[in-house]
Each structure stands twice: as C-alpha cells, then as structure tokens.
C-alpha cells in the first residue's frame, strides 16, 4: 500500500524549517481561512472497549471548517498515521478543481510521515458538509468532521437567524479497526452488524442499564428554553441508514446538502450513509425532564440484537428538572406503512423562491425545460464472485482503482491506465475488475438512473456537482417513467438512497470540468467495487475552464519519478498517547532507512 509514492524521493526527517509555499494564488479580494491538521491515532472507548480511532488535531470528530462562501480555504495536512492518507470534501464541489477533491483518481495519497496542503474556493456554496478520509476504509475509524459553510451577509436566509448551531455526527461504529474490517472483506467476508450507533464519537446514553451499560460518556446538548437551534446532522457510518429524532421536538427541516428545502416539520428524519440536513428546533417543551436525541438503524437485517441498538444523546434545557426515562420515542413504523420512508424522501423538495448561494436564485434554474443530452442507467446487484473474489458491481464492473491518478495520467499523456469504456447501462457481459470510467459531454445535461437489485437501501453520492432528485420508485426504471418525474421543485443534493428493488432517478447540468468520483457511500461496497469516476473533459479548457495542476502535486504510480524531494516534520506535537508518539518516531526512522536503502 505504502508504496504508492514516490519512496524513491529523499525523506528528510527534521523538524521542518519553513520551506516556501508553493501554491496558486489564492483568489483576489476574499478571506482565507488557512489551518495545520495533524491526523494521527487516538485511543477512545465509546463503546466500552479501547479502540485507536483516527482524529484531526486530537479531536475525534474532527475540528469545525467554518467559512463563508467564496472564501478560500488552506488545509496543510500532516499525515501521521502508519497509512497513506487522502480527506476529501463531501459536498464541496471544487469548481474547475478536481485536483483538490482527496479521492484516489485525482490525488496521489499523502504518505505516512509527509505533510499536503489542499488549497480551494468554496464558489457559490452555502449549507452544511463534512471532510472525512477517503482511502481503505478509513472512515469506519473517524478522521470526519463538519464544514460549514455560511452564507454572504449581503444574501438573504429563509428563516430567522437561530439562537445557536450544533452539529451532530451520527452513524454505526464498529469495536474491530478499519484494518481488521478491510481484511474480513478482502477475505470475502460480510463485515457483519455493527456494535453500535455513535453521535458525535460517544456512545449511547444508558437509558436502559439492561441494554446499555452505565457509564459509557455520552453525547449531551444544552439548550436554553425557547430558542431556537440550527442542528446540522451528518450520517458519517459505514454502511447502516439511520432514523433521526428528537423526543417531544419537531424538526423543521431547511437544508440539504447544500440547498434550501421546502420547509416542513417532522418528527423524525431517515439519514442515509453520506446524507446531511440542517433543521431548526425550537425549545418549547416544559423541560419536565430531559430529552432523548435518537439514532436508530433503519433497513436492517431481522436480527433482534441489532434493532434495540440505538444511538442516544440527550438535549438538555438549561431549566431541566431531571433526568430522561422510560423508554425512547419510537420510529417509524414500516409494518404498517411499507412506503413510509420513500414517501417521506419524496417530500423533502426544494423552496423555488429562496436565494442561494449563486446570484440566480434556484428557482431561476428551470431543469424542466433543459433536454436531456446523455443518459446513464447505473444497476447495482448482489455481491458475485470474480476471479474468485467476492465482489460488488455496477453495470456488471467491479472498479480497480489504478495505482497512477486518472487525472493526473491525463495530464501526462499516459494512456493504458484506465479505459474510458464503463457500460453506460446495464448489459449481460460477464462481470470483470476494470480501470474504466464513463464520459460525460461538458455543458451536457445528464441523467443517472440509479438501479438497486440488491436487498439493501444503497447511497450513491457524485463529487464535483449536485443533481436534482426528481424521481424514485420501486421496480425497474423504464423510459416511462420519466413522465412522473418531478419538473418543478426536486431537491438539488449530492447524495441520494435508492431502494431495495427500486430506482431513484437524478439530473445533472455537466457544467465543472474534471473527472469526478461517483461512489456508494457505504463504505464496504465502496471497498468492493462500487464506484466509477465521470470524466466531464474540455479538450482546449486546461487553464482556462480548468484549473492547472497546483504546484504541490504528489506524483505516484507511473509518474512517481517525477516526485520532488520533501522536507518533513515528523514529531507528532499532538498525538495524545505516549504509544503514538513512539509509533511516529518509529515510523520516520522505518522512512529514513527506506530512503536510504532506495537512494543507495
Ligand atoms: C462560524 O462563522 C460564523 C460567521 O463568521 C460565525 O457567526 C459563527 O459564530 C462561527 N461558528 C463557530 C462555531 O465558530
Ligand atoms: C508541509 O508543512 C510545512 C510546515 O507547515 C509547510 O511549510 C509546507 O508547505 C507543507 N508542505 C506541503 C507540501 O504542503
Ligand atoms: C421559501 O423561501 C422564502 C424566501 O426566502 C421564504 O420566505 C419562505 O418562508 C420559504 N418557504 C418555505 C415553505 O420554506
Ligand atoms: C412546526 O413546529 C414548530 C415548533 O414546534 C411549531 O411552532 C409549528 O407550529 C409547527 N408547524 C406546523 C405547520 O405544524
Ligand atoms: C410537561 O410536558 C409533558 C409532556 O407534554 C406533560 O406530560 C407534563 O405534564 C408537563 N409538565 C408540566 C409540569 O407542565
Ligand atoms: C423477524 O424475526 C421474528 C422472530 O424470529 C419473526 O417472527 C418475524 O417473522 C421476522 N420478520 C421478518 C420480516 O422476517
Ligand atoms: C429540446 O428538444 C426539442 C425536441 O427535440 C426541441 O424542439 C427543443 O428546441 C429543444 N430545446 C432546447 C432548449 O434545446
Ligand atoms: C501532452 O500532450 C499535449 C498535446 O500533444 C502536449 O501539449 C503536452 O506537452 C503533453 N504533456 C506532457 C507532459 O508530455
Ligand atoms: C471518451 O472520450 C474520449 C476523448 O474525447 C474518446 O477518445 C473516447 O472514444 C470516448 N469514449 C467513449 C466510450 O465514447
Ligand atoms: C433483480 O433483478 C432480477 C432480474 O431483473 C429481478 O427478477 C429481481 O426481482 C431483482 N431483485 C431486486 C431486489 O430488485
Ligand atoms: C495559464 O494561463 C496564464 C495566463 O494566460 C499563463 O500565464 C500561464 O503560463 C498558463 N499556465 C499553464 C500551465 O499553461
């Protein structure tokens, strides 16, 4: 794994005597907001049992982004885990940047030891997102936080400024490591139920001691009578969806992933793996006791074990006169009600007449009256074998992610390490492993049918853009199907569920060139295949409706001669165990030796 960069280059182990940055200049006029991550191991128990998690400057979630729209950001990543490392941005669409976007076909990894700066411009963003790393796994161990993006004083919100933000990090966790998990896959296995549901790193309020041993630390949020909060809630687990609720509280629902909803209440949310939504909450129970904020799995197998897991924390008003009791307020019910949850996805809807980020308002942008110039229909299925592995698929291809970027391969002339031949529907050729992506035509407008013939909800997410969700129904997609499609007011997002044994359809406006990861967001099948990059090309564009490469590239794979020596900082200031700090300096002695092996 570790060797794909450039080992060959020489590895200064020193503590770092400031080199000159050498980056593109950030853009004229706006703020940056330039920050140092250390991402290194932590050992924490939110379950009971010790685990090493991964997190960012000693925090586990990961520290806050917050900026404001346009504004540039600089993130100098130093990577001190005894892994390649690469954090990608979910939701943030690196306009004309791919270069920045942290997924393995457009950046080489940053090794053990070595330090990257990722350099943007949040364009015409606004809305609530999240950073996590984007390599092997690693995301079932942490390594994710917020990034918020606010908006520019000058652009109106739909809703009264609240009295206070509070986001939450909700999603299943796993005792085993992100290394032990890869290996039961890489093995052929199934990584099985999780262990538990986390918000914000910590596990579940012991609202039954039966259930849930007393004295884990839980997640608590203090709130004053009355006001009114803006909750930001992420689903960062690896593979389970999740229902969202606050006990006695509605949950006016205002954005998702970036784009302003139709307001309504609800009193409970279904979050799929990679989803988030930002709600307003106003306080206006009795604070008789506290209240139960409740993560629970939705979708899963009929195992009892597993639906009386729940993630739990607890609002807590600042006039509270007790502790919360009795039992958690309960989810829905799909017993009775079968199509509860995609009838609820159907009615999160986009608000037409709000501002955005971007000078016309959404409602402005009539996707209805735009024609459709490609369409892809993108059918997952049950894992199968191939070549003897066990294996998930879309439209029959298990991606192999070349060790050379895909972009960076282009970039270079280099052909033969990917193939640009990904079915773009559904055929009978035998499944195979393959480097291949789809094209997509530059100023097109796209549609992606998305097709689960798998007996679990799937999450598709697509870097570099957000598409309108208009339609999503059971069974398989025909052309039919299009006369149902919302024409109006379909949400714009960049992460969406599709259904057991049913399609969700979206619309994409091909208007950022790059080439952009289209992934499940469950990180097994993820792991297993599951993914395609969309190469959106401007044959003449390069610097000019694309960025150029930014100095600090990393070169790996066939390019890794081209790599330039490094000087590196390898203590590690932060790392919050003792164990660690030894384990960085073993690391940059075991770096020192390799370079001077390769360099002799
Ligand atoms: C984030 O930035 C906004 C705007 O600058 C500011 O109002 C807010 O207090 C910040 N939030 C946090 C948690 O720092
Ligand atoms: C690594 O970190 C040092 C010190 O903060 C910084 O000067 C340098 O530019 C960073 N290197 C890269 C490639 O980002
Ligand atoms: C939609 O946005 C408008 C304009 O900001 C706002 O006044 C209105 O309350 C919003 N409506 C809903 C239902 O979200
Ligand atoms: C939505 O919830 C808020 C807060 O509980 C409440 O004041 C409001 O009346 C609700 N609106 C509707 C339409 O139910
Ligand atoms: C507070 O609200 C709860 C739930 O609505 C109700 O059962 C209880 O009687 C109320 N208590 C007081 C003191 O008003
Ligand atoms: C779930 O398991 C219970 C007990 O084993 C069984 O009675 C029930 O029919 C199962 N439900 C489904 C939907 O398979
Ligand atoms: C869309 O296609 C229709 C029929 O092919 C054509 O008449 C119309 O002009 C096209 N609209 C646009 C905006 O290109
Ligand atoms: C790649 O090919 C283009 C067009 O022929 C050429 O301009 C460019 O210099 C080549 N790049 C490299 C790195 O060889
Ligand atoms: C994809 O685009 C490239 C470059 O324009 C072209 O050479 C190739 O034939 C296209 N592939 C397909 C399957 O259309
Ligand atoms: C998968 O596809 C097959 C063949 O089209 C169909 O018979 C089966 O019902 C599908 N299963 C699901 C879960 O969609
Ligand atoms: C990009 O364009 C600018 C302005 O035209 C030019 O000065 C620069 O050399 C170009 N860079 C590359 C890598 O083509």
């Not at 400024?161 to 990090?169: A, M, R, S, V």
């Not at 389970?240 to 970036?258: C, D, P, Y």
């Not at 607890?314 to 995609?342: C, E, H, I, T």
């Not at 950022?512 to 992934?519: A, K, S, Y």
């Amino acid at each position: 794994m570790a060797a794909a960069v450039a080992i060959a280059a020489v590895v200064v182990a020193a503590v770092v005597a400031a080199a000159a940055s050498a980056a593109a200049p950030a853009s004229a006029g706006e703020p940056t907001r330039d920050v140092r991550w250390e991402v290194g191991y932590m050992t924490v128990a939110p379950l009971g049992v010790s685990q090493k998690v991964i997190a960012i400057n000693n925090q586990f979630p990961g520290p806050l982004l917050n900026v404001t729209t346009n504004w540039n950001v600089r993130v100098n990543v130093q990577n001190n885990l005894d892994e390649p490392l690469l954090l990608t941005w979910d939701g943030i669409q690196m306009r004309m940047n791919s270069w920045q976007d942290g997924v393995a076909g457009t950046n080489c990894p940053i090794p053990p030891g070595w330090n990257w700066t990722y350099q943007f411009q949040l364009k015409d963003q606004i809305g609530s997102f999240f950073y996590f790393p984007s390599l092997g796994l690693q995301r079932a161990a942490g390594g994710f936080g917020p990034v918020t993006v606010n908006n520019r004083a000058v652009v109106p919100v739909p809703f009264a400024q609240p009295d206070g933000d509070i986001t939450l990090f909700i999603g299943d966790w796993y005792t085993k490591s992100h290394v032990e998990l890869r290996k039961m896959l890489d093995d052929g296995k199934d990584i099985g139920i999780p262990d538990g549901i986390l918000i914000n790193g910590k596990g579940p309020y012991s609202y039954d001691n039966t259930l849930i041993p007393e004295g884990l630390q839980h997640e608590t949020v203090g709130v004053e009578p009355g006001k009114t909060y803006r909750f930001r809630v992420h689903n960062v687990g690896t593979s389970t969806s999740l229902n969202f609720r606050i006990q006695n509280h509605n949950m006016r629902v205002v954005e998702a992933e970036g784009t302003y909803t139709y307001q309504q209440n609800y009193t409970n949310l279904d979050i799929h793996v990679g989803q988030s939504y930002s709600f307003l909450v106003t306080m206006d129970q009795n604070a008789s006791t506290d209240y139960y904020i409740v993560a629970s799995p939705r979708f899963v197998t009929n195992e009892s074990r597993w639906h009386d897991v729940s993630g739990v924390a607890v609002l807590q008003y600042s006039n509270s006169k007790g502790r919360a009791s009795g039992p958690l307020p309960d989810g829905p019910n799909d017993f009775y009600y079968k199509s509860y949850s995609m009838d609820q996805a159907r009615s999160i809807k986009m608000n037409t007449t709000a501002g955005a980020a971007r000078p016309n308002p959404q409602g402005s942008f009539r996707y209805d009256s735009i024609n459709i110039t490609q369409t892809f229909v993108l059918k997952n299925e049950l894992p199968l074998r191939i070549n003897g592995k066990r294996r998930r698929t879309i439209n029959g291809v298990s991606y192999s992610p070349p060790e050379t970027p895909l972009r960076l391969a282009d970039l270079h002339n280099l052909t033969g390490v990917y193939k640009t031949d990904f079915p773009t529907m559904p055929g009978n050729a035998p499944p195979k492993m393959a480097s291949s992506t789809l094209n997509a035509s530059y100023k097109g407008f796209l549609e992606i049918v998305f097709q689960n013939n798998d007996t679990g909800v799937q999450t598709y997410h697509l870097d570099g853009y957000s598409f309108f969700v208009v339609g999503m129904d059971n069974g398989d997609w025909t052309p039919d199907c299009r006369s149902r499609y919302n024409k109006w007011d379909a949400i714009s997002r960049s992460t969406t569920q599709v259904f057991p044994g049913g399609w969700t359809a979206v619309l994409v406006s091909l208007d950022n060139v790059g080439i952009w990861n289209l992934r499940s967001e469950k990180l097994d099948n993820w792991y297993n295949g599951q993914e395609v990059y969309v190469k959106v090309a401007d044959p003449l564009g390069y610097n000019i409706t694309e960025m150029i490469m930014p100095d600090n590239a990393l070169y790996c794979g066939l390019l890794k001669d081209l790599q330039k020596p490094q000087i590196h900082q390898v203590n590690s200031k932060s790392s919050a165990q003792a164990a660690d700090r030894w384990g960085a300096r073993v690391l940059a002695m075991v770096l020192l030796i390799i370079a001077a092996v390769v360099s002799i």
